[in-house]
């Protein structure tokens, strides 16, 4: 694919956005009796016509409005078939299956980083890939890293991310250069089928694809030495991480006294805030974010003339999006991001759901090439409000309230109210503590830390992946200090210490 051929593909597709969405609710809602969107659009009481007149008249993201207002929507738990949909009087008992696209082709099954909650699997259709091979040619062109030597840190399957940097990258007719995982290759297993099958059919396609190299997240050593001979070559290295993983490689060259001066950071899997970027520029180098969504695809492209650090373009032909209605968690209040996907190829079928974020959307004009190209949404200060995200890896609040409601009284004593999970940053670097008031006495705090990560990783593979990851970057400390309160003296499983976006 070239790059002139993906910007035309794009302007192209965002010129029938209101058609392609018309046709996926057609084809994946109105013609699927089992599909719960189905369900809740007759429950509204709405026809296919009435939903077309509204696309027509009052415009995509207007209408996605009225029909939430009617309740059609799904809220991040049913997404995730964790809670039935209740709507008046009816009432759904759903999985997470239940929302996989009926339109899109089933050619590997991987996992999400948990981005919407517990890990989950997905089946992935390779023209989403091809599809995200087009965003990553718009990034190459707006920030002019295309030509760089490419890295990546990103777990190996069951993980999403560093599979789809290397086809997406492989699609544009490049290879990478290494492949760094914070999580081993398991000895057998469907994930480790699906990597060395990858790894052969790149090498027999004649891109050169290498073996993931096991890189804990604690000692980003080798990654920053390999960084430091790319800038001596004189052509800095372009590296794919998370915000998280990019400020420990800033802090270990500091430490190193590496020179790794004009490195590019592709960051994704967490917010990207300024205390992290500091850290990147305090190093010399510079990075840009985009803003994923896995179960429906890639939301957001980097904008190369920010309002913020994080501040993104809109894929406004992949996905609309709605703010709606004010959403209380974490100690927050801030109104809720709702997407609904465009595209026969995303893994998902949404039409309205909560994904757990919230931030500053807004019409915008910039000289950025994706504004040329028709991107004009622009979205930052992207922040979770029932989420732990920090490494790439995330957990749901609702999987924490089991956790502070049974698991940790049962186990060492005290009330539900005297635990409490706190996700801050320091020194750039996102952390995790557990509050336990002192009220519950004396604890093996290493036992506590113990049990919270095996309870994370009961869940199956993903979310065991996920915890091997936070056990092996430290994420998880233990406070022994009382857990905070709201304005209206609640104590919450889940405490976000950041400002709501304003």
């Given at each position: 694919?070239?790059?002139e051929?993906?910007r035309?593909d794009?302007?192209?597709?965002?010129e029938?956005?209101d058609?392609?969405?018309?046709?996926v609710f057609?084809?994946g809602v109105?013609?699927?009796p089992?599909s719960?969107?189905?369900?809740?659009v007759?429950h509204?009481?709405?026809?296919?016509?009435d939903v077309?007149a509204?696309?027509?008249?009052?415009?995509?993201e207007?209408?996605?409005?009225?029909?939430h207002?009617a309740g059609?929507?799904?809220?991040?738990?049913?997404?995730n078939?964790r809670?039935?949909i209740?709507?008046?009087?009816l009432?759904?008992h759903?999985?997470?299956?239940d929302?996989?696209n009926?339109?899109?082709r089933?050619?590997y099954?991987?996992q999400?980083?948990?981005s919407s909650?517990t890990?989950r699997?997905?089946?992935?259709?390779l023209?989403m890939?091809e599809h995200e091979?087009?965003?990553l040619a718009l990034?190459d062109?707006a920030f002019d890293v295309?030509?760089?030597?490419?890295?990546?840190?990103?777990p190996?399957?069951p993980g999403?991310?560093?599979?789809?940097?290397?086809?997406?990258?492989a699609?544009?007719?490049?290879a990478?250069?290494?492949?760094f995982?914070p999580?081993r290759l398991?000895a057998s297993?469907r994930?480790?089928?699906?990597t060395?099958?990858t790894m052969?059919v790149?090498?027999t396609?004649?891109?050169?694809?290498?073996l993931?190299e096991?890189?804990?997240?604690d000692?980003?050593?080798p990654?920053?030495?390999?960084l430091?001979?790319?800038?001596?070559?004189?052509t800095?290295?372009?590296?794919?991480?998370?915000?998280?993983?990019?400020?420990?490689i800033g802090?270990?060259?500091r430490?190193l006294?590496?020179?790794i001066?004009g490195?590019?950071?592709?960051?994704?899997g967490?917010p990207y805030?300024?205390?992290?970027?500091?850290?990147v520029?305090?190093a010399g180098?510079?990075?840009?974010?985009n803003?994923y969504?896995?179960e429906i695809?890639?939301?957001?492209?980097?904008c190369?003339?920010p309002?913020?650090v994080?501040d993104?373009?809109l894929a406004?032909d992949?996905?609309?999006?709605?703010?709606?209605?004010p959403?209380?968690a974490?100690?927050l209040?801030a109104d809720?991001?709702?997407?609904?996907s465009l595209l026969p190829?995303s893994?998902k079928?949404?039409l309205n759901v909560e994904?757990g974020?919230?931030?500053?959307?807004r019409?915008?004009?910039c000289?950025?090439?994706?504004?040329?190209?028709?991107?004009r949404?622009?979205?930052?200060?992207?922040?979770?409000?029932?989420?732990?995200?920090?490494e790439?890896?995330?957990?749901?609040?609702?999987?924490l309230?089991?956790l502070?409601?049974?698991?940790?009284?049962a186990r060492?004593g005290?009330s539900a109210t005297q635990?409490?999970?706190?996700?801050?940053?320091?020194?750039g670097?996102?952390?995790v503590s557990?509050s336990?008031?002192?009220g519950v006495?004396?604890?093996?705090e290493?036992e506590?830390?113990r049990?919270?990560?095996?309870?994370?990783a009961?869940e199956?593979p993903?979310?065991?992946?996920?915890?091997e990851v936070w056990?092996?970057a430290g994420?998880l400390?233990?406070a022994?200090?009382?857990?905070?309160g709201?304005?209206a003296?609640k104590?919450?499983?889940?405490?976000?210490?950041?400002s709501?976006a304003?």
């Amino acid at each position: 694919m070239s790059h002139e051929a993906a910007r035309l593909d794009v302007r192209r597709r965002l010129e029938q956005r209101d058609d392609s969405f018309l046709d996926v609710f057609e084809r994946g809602v109105v013609a699927v009796p089992e599909s719960p969107y189905r369900r809740l659009v007759e429950h509204a009481g709405v026809e296919p016509h009435d939903v077309r007149a509204l696309v027509r008249g009052e415009g995509l993201e207007r209408a996605l409005e009225r029909l939430h207002d009617a309740g059609v929507y799904v809220t991040l738990d049913e997404f995730n078939g964790r809670r039935p949909i209740r709507r008046g009087s009816l009432e759904l008992h759903v999985e997470a299956s239940d929302f996989d696209n009926p339109l899109g082709r089933k050619h590997y099954r991987t996992q999400t980083g948990g981005s919407s909650g517990t890990a989950r699997s997905v089946l992935v259709d390779l023209g989403m890939t091809e599809h995200e091979a087009r965003y990553l040619a718009l990034v190459d062109d707006a920030f002019d890293v295309g030509e760089r030597p490419f890295a990546i840190w990103f777990p190996v399957p069951p993980g999403v991310a560093g599979t789809k940097a290397v086809l997406v990258r492989a699609k544009l007719g490049s290879a990478y250069d290494r492949w760094f995982t914070p999580t081993r290759l398991r000895a057998s297993g469907r994930s480790t089928a699906l990597t060395m099958t990858t790894m052969l059919v790149g090498r027999t396609a004649g891109f050169g694809f290498r073996l993931p190299e096991y890189l804990p997240p604690d000692d980003p050593r080798p990654l920053v030495e390999w960084l430091a001979a790319a800038r001596r070559r004189g052509t800095p290295a372009l590296i794919c991480c998370t915000p998280s993983s990019g400020v420990r490689i800033g802090l270990a060259a500091r430490e190193l006294g590496a020179d790794i001066a004009g490195t590019v950071f592709w960051f994704g899997g967490e917010p990207y805030t300024a205390g992290k970027a500091e850290v990147v520029a305090a190093a010399g180098c510079r990075a840009f974010s985009n803003y994923y969504f896995t179960e429906i695809g890639q939301l957001g492209l980097a904008c190369a003339e920010p309002d913020a650090v994080d501040d993104v373009h809109l894929a406004t032909d992949t996905v609309a999006a709605i703010e709606r209605p004010p959403k209380v968690a974490s100690g927050l209040v801030a109104d809720a991001l709702h997407y609904t996907s465009l595209l026969p190829v995303s893994p998902k079928l949404a039409l309205n759901v909560e994904s757990g974020d919230y931030g500053v959307l807004r019409e915008r004009r910039c000289n950025c090439a994706l504004d040329e190209v028709g991107y004009r949404r622009h979205l930052h200060t992207i922040r979770s409000y029932e989420k732990l995200v920090t490494e790439g890896m995330n957990f749901l609040g609702s999987d924490l309230t089991t956790l502070v409601e049974d698991v940790l009284p049962a186990r060492f004593g005290g009330s539900a109210t005297q635990y409490q999970f706190v996700e801050d940053e320091r020194e750039g670097v996102t952390r995790v503590s557990l509050s336990i008031s002192p009220g519950v006495g004396p604890v093996d705090e290493q036992e506590v830390a113990r049990t919270v990560l095996a309870a994370l990783a009961a869940e199956g593979p993903p979310s065991s992946m996920m915890a091997e990851v936070w056990r092996a970057a430290g994420t998880l400390e233990i406070a022994r200090v009382e857990p905070a309160g709201t304005a209206a003296s609640k104590v919450l499983p889940l405490h976000v210490l950041r400002s709501p976006a304003a």
